[in-house]
């Protein structure tokens, strides 16, 4: 039996990693010596899709030969495939770079927040006083 993979062998993306082989042992044995026996009978079993493609008296069998001709001839026809890639561009970039961007961000927002503030009416109410013992009392304009 193999060993374990060792999951240090792929980079943060998953990609494995230069000079890594994910299969050490290769393919097994059994698989080569099947191929090598299917591969002594092809003459053979190409002639006998292409009797079955034109004499067989099922009309599922012929479609069945002719799709195997055709797929063994010119190979399979291409599939399109729909891939929804969840991640955002913001992934690829360095870790300095989104920093900067994230300040950026920060020192946009309170520049917007400046500009709300200095459009706002000249007298803001100012709220009332908390006392340490968490009770409320206006704020009075004489001084002791």
């Not at 292409?50 to 399979?76: I, N, P």
């Not at 300040?103 to 917007?112: K, N, S």
């Amino acid at each position: 039996m193999s060993e374990p993979m060792n999951e240090t062998a792929r980079d943060p993306k998953g990609r494995w990693l230069p000079g890594t082989v994910p299969n050490p042992g290769g393919r097994p044995a059994a698989v080569k010596e099947l191929r090598s026996l299917c591969r002594q009978n092809t003459p053979e079993v190409i002639a006998e899709l292409h009797r079955l493609a034109f004499t067989a008296k099922s009309e599922q069998v012929r479609l069945a030969a002719c799709s195997e001709l055709l797929d063994r001839g010119y190979g399979r026809p291409l599939q399109s495939v729909a891939v929804e890639d969840n991640r955002s561009p913001l992934d690829e970039l360095p870790e300095e770079q989104l920093r900067e961007l994230l300040l950026e961000l920060q020192l946009r927002r309170r520049e917007r927040a400046m500009r709300t503030i200095d459009a706002a009416p000249a007298e803001i109410p100012q709220p009332s006083e908390t006392v340490t013992d968490g009770t409320h009392c206006e704020k009075s304009d004489e001084t002791d």
